[in-house]
């Protein structure tokens, strides 16, 4: 049984900084694309961040590049994602997410993609 648990969130000032975690059980393979999603209240839930290890990609929204940087530890089971220069507009709960398929571009950007997803962590940023 595949289980994604995410950690990290909180409280932080715009301007400051959080890493999220999201660490994975299971049969979780090397070759998974693992991606972030998040959802604002009253929003959708919309693609944050992605990547790809078996070939080194990583995806970004427009609104979280040069901010926020994804990376993987294999060896540890875990995914995060650094935020950086936070703003009150990255409120939401962030959603960790793993995709069994292949993906490439647009398509792991796509929250139906993914077969599995965490519980979420909250993420607050006070202006």
């Known amino acids: 049984q595949v289980q994604l648990v995410e950690s990290g969130g909180g409280l932080v000032q715009a301007g400051g900084s959080l890493r999220l975690l999201c660490v994975y059980s299971?049969?979780?393979?090397?070759?998974?694309?693992m991606g972030w999603f998040r959802q604002a209240p009253g929003k959708e839930r919309e693609f944050v961040s992605a990547?790809?290890?078996?070939?080194?990609?990583?995806y970004y929204t427009d609104s979280v590049k040069g901010r926020f940087t994804i990376s993987r530890d294999n060896a540890k089971n875990t995914v995060y994602l650094q935020m950086n220069s936070l703003k009150p507009e990255d409120t939401a709960v962030y959603y960790c997410?793993?995709?069994?398929?292949?993906?490439?571009?647009?398509?792991?950007?796509?929250?139906?993609?993914?077969?599995?997803w965490g519980q979420g962590t909250q993420v607050t940023v006070s202006s």
């Open positions: 299971g049969r979780i393979l090397s070759s998974y694309a």
């Open positions: 990547g790809t290890w078996s070939n080194g990609n990583t």
């Open positions: 997410a793993a995709d069994m398929n292949y993906c490439s571009g647009y398509g792991c950007t796509d929250e139906y993609g993914y077969d599995y």
